[in-house]
Structure formats: structure tokens, C-alpha cells
């Protein structure tokens, strides 16, 4: 049998042009999602006036976008499945017919389409279904390029901080395209070309190139590792109900805030819409700067485990910071819109990162489980955040997010000490060896 080595510098071994162009085609495809996602907020008025769509009916879209996107992310999910199944069976035959590369290309073609309907819609019920098409195609999407980038590329830590922050580069640029474009006077359809032009070019990028599967750089995965892996099985599963709760909560909060920051300054503290808007750009400039940092710092000396934990901490300690100040008050929202969203942006594409290190490439499903409690958390915790809003109880806005920061250092700890418990077994063993 073929030796492999799965050391850490296996792992993490100079990715190769090849690498290089496949991380930036996935990376193209977070910019695409957040840029998709985040046209909603500015574009909502120019929708009202040309489609007649109303508040009510707009938000709930926004929800019927959300479930599309936990479909998305399962329908992928049972790809994947379905397709390790088949290699499997046919270890030396042909590929599945819908395999993750395919899918890939089945859900840029849903973005595309989305964005052309949007692009084109003249009643609510065409809006309704472009983000219902786009909540399908970002939930596969999201999840393919995390997955086949775990699966097929080197500098797993790094890749998945480099997705994470391209995500969030789309989410701030497409606003203030669509916003000066506007302003300009250009209409909505005319403006929505050039994100659509950005999409088929992916798409036909997609279709150009091979599967990451069949490049040659694909052998030096886990794909062989069998023994390693059932080594870390359970170890992995407990890892994944961690980051599962952790996941759950913390990026279900992102969302919230996300959505909620701009609506509770002018609610609460009667502030115009220039402060609004410039809390919701602190918001993001601050997971922007999170997240680079997460890339400068990834693949270095410090672990994902260790970056994961600080940070859940640091969240803990302005959750608490925020709270006697946010009913006096806007200073407890600038504080989580600054100091909590820093230290919240590393969670997410070190949490994935996390999983790959401990359980390899055959992670698919368990990183599928982990954003699928996350988006869960995504839906859930706007809807309980305009609850409070609707009811009128403020003060329980900094709670929700002291709670759940606090939810995810009690679940997270056990997995610490488990972690510290493991670091301490191997450096015994390793002095017993060296005594022999």
C-alpha cells in the first residue's frame, strides 16, 4: 500500500498555480454571493416603485430566500453525498453524471437567472421568485466552494479565511455600485447588468474548466487516508456539535445585527438615515478587517482552535461591555457593530478550517451540518430580533447578543480542555519515544 503523510507540513504545503486559480474561481464565487445578497437594502425602494411590491411582502421574501438557501445547502449536500457514494462503488469507472462540479455550474446558472428576473420584474410575485432562485443558488453555491476547496486544495486554513473575506468584499461594494448608479439616475434593470455580466462570466469560467477532482494535485489529499480519518472520527463528531451550537448562535447574531443595526438607530434613538447607514458600513468595514486579518494570521504559528477561542472570548467580553450601555445610550450599538463584529469575523472560516485539520477532506457532510446550523441561526434570529422590535423591548437586543456569545464559550470550553488534554498526551509520548 502507498504511504501518505499527514503531517502538518503535508497539509500545509506551497499551493500550486493550478491551486491558486481554482481558490480564486471559488473565492469569486463568495464575492458574487455577498454582492447578490447585499443589493437587496439599497435596491428595495427603486423594487417598490416599479414592481408595487410592499414592506410586508418584500421581507417576506427575504424569509422564502432564507429556507431556498438551507434547501440549497441540503440539495448539495445529498450531491455530495451521493457522489462519494458512487466513487465508491466505481472506484476505477466513470464519474457520476451530477456530480459537485456540475452542480456548481447548475446553481450559477439559477444566480444568472435570478438576477435577470429581478433585472425584468414588473409584480411582487416576480420578486418573490428571483430571490427564491437566488436562496437556492447561494446555498449551493456557498457550500460547494467551501467543500471542494476542503476537499481538493492545499492551505485549507487559508483558503477558507481568503472565502470568508471575499464574501464579505461583495457585501460592501455592490451597495455603493447600486447606490451611485441609482443616483445617476440609471434604472434598476439597467444597473443589475453588470453583476449579471460578473455571474456568466463565472458560469462559463465554470464550464471551461475541469473538475478540481481531476487535476493531479488532487493525490496529495486525504482522499487515501482511511485509517487516519477513523482515527478522528469521533473526535470530529464531537468538534462538529460544537461548532454546530457555536455556529447556531454567533453567525445567527451576525445576521441580526446585520439586519437590525440601521432600523434600532433610528427607532430607539430617533438618528437620521446618514447615521444609519454609516453603522451599517462600520458593521461591515469592521468584518472586513476581522476577516483580512484572520487571512494574514492563517497558516502561521497559530492554530485554528486557539484563533477560534480567543475570539469567542473577545465576543463574551463586548457583549458584556455593550449591555449597561446600550439602553442610555447608541454607544453599546457602536460597540457591537465595531469591537463585537472584529472579533466575530474569524469564527466562521476558522470554525470550517477547524474541521478540515482534525477530519480531512472526507469532512463534506460535517462541514454541510455545520453552515446548515448556521444558516439556520441566520433565519431565526432576525425573526426573533423584529419580534423585540415589533414588542418594543430595546433591552433585549444586547441580551440576545451577551447570551448567545456566552452559549458559545460554555459549549466551546469542554472542547478546549479536551484539546489541551490532547496536546498533553502527545507530548508524553513523544518524551516516552524519546527515551527509548
Not at 70 to 93: M, T, V, W
Not at 103 to 114: D, G, K, R
Not at 347 to 372: F, W
Request: glycine share 10%; with cysteine; hydrophobic share 45%.
Amino acid at each position: 500500500m502507498q504511504e501518505h503523510d499527514y503531517s502538518p507540513e503535508h497539509r500545509n504545503r506551497k499551493m500550486s498555480k493550478a491551486e491558486r486559480g481554482y481558490a480564486i474561481l471559488f473565492g469569486m464565487v463568495n464575492v458574487v454571493n455577498g454582492g447578490l445578497v447585499a443589493l437587496i437594502g439599497p435596491a428595495s425602494e427603486e423594487l417598490m416603485a416599479t414592481t408595487g411590491i410592499d414592506d410586508a411582502q418584500l421581507g417576506d421574501a427575504v424569509m422564502l430566500r432564507g429556507l431556498a438557501k438551507l434547501g440549497g445547502l441540503l440539495l448539495f449536500g445529498c450531491i455530495e453525498a451521493r457522489n462519494a457514494k458512487y466513487d465508491r462503488a466505481h472506484p476505477q469507472g466513470s464519474q457520476c453524471i451530477v456530480g459537485p462540479w456540475k452542480a456548481m455550474q447548475v446553481a450559477l446558472l439559477l444566480l444568472l437567472l435570478s438576477v435577470l428576473i429581478l433585472s425584468l420584474s414588473t409584480s411582487p410575485g416576480h420578486v418573490t421568485a428571483a430571490l427564491i432562485m437566488q436562496g437556492v443558488g447561494y446555498g449551493m453555491t456557498d457550500t460547494g466552494a467551501v467543500a471542494l476547496a476542503n476537499s481538493h486544495l492545499s492551505q485549507k486554513q487559508l483558503v477558507q479565511s481568503a472565502l470568508a473575506l471575499s464574501y464579505c468584499v461583495g457585501a460592501s461594494l455592490s451597495p455603493l455600485f447600486l447606490a451611485a448608479s441609482l443616483s445617476a439616475g440609471v434604472s434598476l434593470g439597467t444597473s443589475l447588468c453588470m453583476p449579471m455580466g460578473i455571474v456568466a462570466t463565472l458560469l462559463v469560467g465554470f464550464i471551461l474548466a475541469k473538475s478540481p477532482g481531476d487535476m493531479e494535485f488532487d493525490a496529495n489529499s486525504y482522499d487515501d487516508a482511511g485509517a487516519v480519518q477513523q482515527t478522528h472520527s469521533n473526535r470530529g463528531l464531537r468538534l462538529t456539535i460544537t461548532l454546530c451550537t457555536i455556529y447556531f448562535c454567533l453567525v445567527g447574531c451576525e445576521q441580526g445585527l446585520g439586519f437590525a443595526a440601521s432600523i434600532y438607530a433610528e427607532q430607539r434613538f430617533g438618528r437620521d438615515n446618514e447615521t444609519a447607514s454609516l453603522i451599517s458600513s462600520l458593521l461591515w468595514a469592521s468584518m472586513f478587517i476581522g476577516r483580512a486579518l484572520c487571512l494574514c494570521f492563517a497558516g502561521s504559528r497559530i492554530s485554528p482552535w486557539l484563533m477560534l477561542i480567543v475570539s469567542v472570548l473577545c465576543c463574551v467580553i463586548a457583549a458584556l461591555f455593550s449591555c449597561p450601555l446600550y439602553g442610555e445610550s447608541i454607544t453599546g450599538l457602536w460597540i457591537l457593530c465595531s469591537a463585537w463584529t472584529f472579533f466575530i469575523a474569524p469564527i466562521y472560516p476558522t470554525g470550517l478550517a477547524l474541521v478540515s485539520q482534525e477530519v480531512g477532506s472526507k469532512s463534506t457532510s460535517l462541514l454541510v451540518a455545520i453552515m446548515l446550523c448556521g444558516s439556520a441561526g441566520e433565519m431565526i434570529y432576525p425573526a426573533f430580533i423584529g419580534w423585540f422590535f415589533e414588542e418594543r423591548m430595546f433591552e433585549m437586543f444586547p441580551v440576545l447578543f451577551t447570551v448567545s456569545s456566552c452559549t458559545a464559550l460554555i459549549v466551546f470550553s469542554p472542547w478546549m480542555l479536551y484539546q489541551k488534554r490532547c496536546s498533553c498526551t502527545r507530548v508524553s509520548n513523544s518524551t516516552a519515544d524519546d527515551g527509548l
